[in-house]
Every structure is written in structure tokens, then in C-alpha cells.
């Protein structure tokens, strides 16, 4: 069955991030990310601090990268650390950070309110954190405390938008389960519309239409310009090609013209040596 792979790999991957918890637990590694190549398969770690994550020499990626390949048959492991910038608006960052503070003794109180603090400054557009457990101390009941700030989405397809992270933190009294869920910066939920976005947006739309149809139309009219240069070139040549012809008859006609009355001089020539021989004839004819 289907289902059965599904569930392999995903018990895999769970197993895989607590082996990287464990091992990255000081680096404040926070996701695993894998992706499959036909060669190698990458595996991106989300780190807070990459240097403690990378080690001297790259020596803790070399045994991170024999143990995946070896206890979880991974084919051609690649590991990538990825550093996470602001860990501010990172939700996992954010419970392992409240988690290990509440671990070490602090109150809860301080620890969340400061955290709500960060987060909002960073630039985030709602916080919320969820505590639950022993929070009142020894033989106090056991109950759960919400601090939130901002704007939050928790239900429907909106929700995938926000960012959440959980940690437990095991304090003296019990453990104490964290839950943050933080709306970065840069998400746009579908349901938040800016009239005067939408107005500035189908404005700039029609202003490109139009600029779109004037250029079109200026096209049009350079095109039928240059047919109607072409076809007045076309004409042109074909007027100097007949110019031509003419000019060629008529000097063919001249030529022709000054040739005839060579030739009849000639024999005008001819006729007049003959008369003036039978002149000679006669006059001898009539001496002798």
C-alpha cells in the first residue's frame, strides 16, 4: 500500500530531526529540510549559529553525514546549513529559546513578555504564546496561559501562512509545554485587502493597456508608411528603367539617322565620277 511508504518516510524524518536536536541542540538547529536529486540527496539544516553547527575543519558535517548515511540509509547524503538571520521570526528558534531559559530556572513571565517584546520590534504582525502545564508552582493545579500581540490567523487555509514552532521545557515542578506562532512581515493574507492598492494597481493595468494599443497603432502606421515608401521606390525605378529605354531608342534613331546620308553621299560620289567619264568619252569622241 501507498499509505504504508507515507508513513515510513515520515517516521524517518521524525527520527532524523530528534538524532539533530540532539547533536545541533547548542548550534539552535530549528527545521530539516530534504530534497531528492537523481545523484545525491540534500539535506538543508536551519541553524541559528552555523559555525558551532559546521565545527573545526567541517568535522561535525563529516560525522553527521556518515551517521545519515549509515543508521538512516540515506543514498549520497549532502548537508547544506542554512543560517537563520533574524532568529526573531522564527517560531522554533522562539520555543527553543523560552524552553531552555524556562529549563534553567527563569520565570515564565519575564521570559515570554521579553520574547513578545523581540519578536514585535523585529517586525513580525502577531505573536502568540501558549504555555501549559505547572505554571503556578508546587500543588497548583495545572492550566494554561495565552500572551498574544498583533494580528493572528488559527483557522482554515490561512492558517498554513503563520509559523509555528513547540518546544517542552522541563521545569522544577513538571514540564511546561511552549507553543509559538508567529505572523512574519512579508505574508499577505488573502482576506486583508488595501482598497487603495487595488484601486493604484487596476489603474496602472488600464494606463498600460492603452499604452499598449497606442504602441500597437504606431506600429501599424510606421508599417503602412514604409509599404507605401516601398511601392513609391518600386515606382520610381520602374519610371527611371522606361526613361531609360527611351533614351536608348532615340540615340538608336539618331545614329541610325546620321548613318543614312553618309551612305548617299557616297553614291552621289559614285554618279558623279561616272558622268564625268562618259564626259571624257564623249569629248574624246567627238575630237577624235
Do not use: C, H
Amino acid at each position: 500500500m501507498i499509505e504504508r511508504i507515507f508513513i515510513k518516510q515520515g517516521i524517518k524524518k521524525m527520527e532524523m530531526e530528534n538524532y539533530l536536536k540532539k547533536e545541533l541542540d547548542r548550534a539552535g538547529f530549528t527545521k530539516l529540510e530534504t530534497v531528492k536529486t537523481p545523484l545525491v540527496t540534500r539535506i538543508v539544516l536551519n541553524v541559528t549559529r552555523p559555525g558551532l553547527a559546521i565545527g573545526k575543519g567541517g568535522t561535525n558535517i563529516k560525522k553527521l553525514t556518515k551517521t545519515l548515511e549509515e543508521k538512516f540509509k540515506i543514498e549520497n547524503p549532502q548537508i547544506e546549513i542554512k543560517e537563520i538571520t533574524v532568529p526573531e521570526l522564527d517560531a522554533q528558534a522562539m520555543a527553543n529559546k523560552i524552553s531552555s531559559l524556562i529549563g534553567r530556572g527563569f520565570s515564565w513571565r519575564s521570559i515570554v513578555y521579553r520574547t513578545v517584546k523581540d519578536i514585535t520590534s523585529a517586525g513580525a504582525q502577531g505573536v502568540e504564546i501558549v504555555l501549559s502545564g505547572a505554571l503556578g508552582g508546587k500543588g497548583v493545579r495545572k492550566r494554561k496561559q495565552r500572551i498574544a500581540e498583533g494580528y493572528m490567523k488559527k483557522i482554515g487555509d490561512q492558517a498554513k501562512l503563520v509559523d509555528y514552532g513547540a518546544a517542552p521545557a522541563k521545569a522544577k515542578f513538571g514540564t511546561i509545554g511552549v507553543k509559538v506562532r508567529i505572523v512574519k512581515p512579508e505574508t499577505i493574507f488573502p482576506d486583508k485587502i488595501n482598497l487603495k492598492e487595488v484601486f493604484a494597481n487596476r489603474i496602472k493595468k488600464a494606463e498600460k493597456k492603452e499604452e499598449e494599443e497606442k504602441t500597437a497603432k504606431e506600429k501599424i502606421e510606421e508599417e503602412k508608411k514604409e509599404i507605401k515608401e516601398k511601392k513609391k521606390e518600386e515606382n520610381t525605378e520602374k519610371k527611371d528603367k522606361e526613361t531609360k529605354k527611351e533614351d536608348k531608342k532615340e540615340t538608336v534613331k539618331e545614329e541610325t539617322k546620321k548613318e543614312l546620308p553618309k551612305e548617299k553621299s557616297t553614291e552621289n560620289k559614285k554618279e558623279i565620277k561616272k558622268d564625268k567619264k562618259d564626259e571624257g568619252k564623249k569629248e574624246k569622241w567627238l575630237n577624235g
